[in-house]
């Protein structure tokens, strides 16, 4: 597609629930970031794939946190158990460069704002 | 419904006027900087670039300026006009092999007032 879509636009969760968040990249883009943005926060790194290799974890706040992109291409975000803090828009953004390389041209999804009850 | 800028520092100008936002980064090993610009309700969205080696880079309206020596970039937007409130966030990058990443400021609100 045109740019970085991801679904929903919107999520309620019960605390406890489960959530997916689903993230498709622009087609062709190697490198595929997650980042958390807390009201009134700038964002903040999560996890980053380079094709299907997650080869960055680091920014995942605890183990309830996990994420995949098992063909290259799509990614998912998945929350267990969720809880109020974890309340936030979750931002996906896609390059043609590696992490490694200058980041030219992140693209970012309009996010998935994430409120849990 | 909620703004991506609650709680964040607003800057306040006259349409027409000049725009000068501020950042202070933290790592001076930092090789490459960017500023975004973010509107209520969408992702992030690439403004202007300039590497760690360069003091000034201009663009369309726009021009950044980095200070090294006190960790300071800063963003000029020329004739200012009301699609450019919005908030604002600079981000870094520093290369650390495969964990290399952007990390992004504080932002700061930009209102235009007509």
């Known amino acids: 597609g045109a740019g970085v879509s991801q679904s929903p636009r919107y999520k309620v969760a019960k605390r406890g629930q489960d959530v997916a968040l689903r993230c498709d990249p622009i087609s062709g883009h190697v490198s595929l970031f997650w980042y958390q943005q807390a009201l009134g926060q700038g964002p903040e790194f999560l996890t980053y794939f380079q094709n299907e290799a997650q080869l960055d974890k680091s920014g995942l706040p605890s183990d309830r946190f996990f994420a995949e992109r098992p063909e290259g291409s799509v990614s998912t975000l998945k929350i267990q158990r969720t809880q109020q803090e974890d309340s936030a828009v979750y931002l996906c953004?896609?390059?043609?460069?590696?992490?490694?390389?200058?980041?030219?041209?992140?693209?970012f999804g309009s996010g998935t704002r994430l409120t849990v009850v | 419904g909620e703004s991506v800028g609650l709680h964040l520092p607003t800057l306040s100008v006259q349409e027409g006027d000049n725009s000068i936002i501020n950042c202070a980064y933290s790592?001076?090993?930092?090789?490459?900087f960017i500023w975004y610009k973010q509107e209520s309700g969408k992702g992030p969205q690439f403004i202007i670039d300039?590497?760690?080696?360069?003091d000034k880079r201009q663009g369309q309206r726009v021009t950044v300026l980095l200070n090294k020596t006190v960790k300071h970039l800063s963003l000029q937007i020329a004739a200012t006009q009301p699609g450019d409130s919005a908030v604002y966030f600079c981000?870094?990058?520093?290369?650390?092999?495969?964990?290399?990443?952007?990390?992004f400021g504080k932002g700061i609100t930009l209102s235009v007032r007509p």
């Open positions: 981000a870094e990058f520093h290369f650390t092999g495969a964990n290399s990443k952007l990390t």
């Open positions: 790592n001076s090993a930092s090789d490459y």
């Open positions: 300039i590497r760690s080696n360069m």
């Open positions: 953004a896609s390059s043609v460069t590696r992490a490694t390389e200058i980041p030219y041209g992140y693209t």
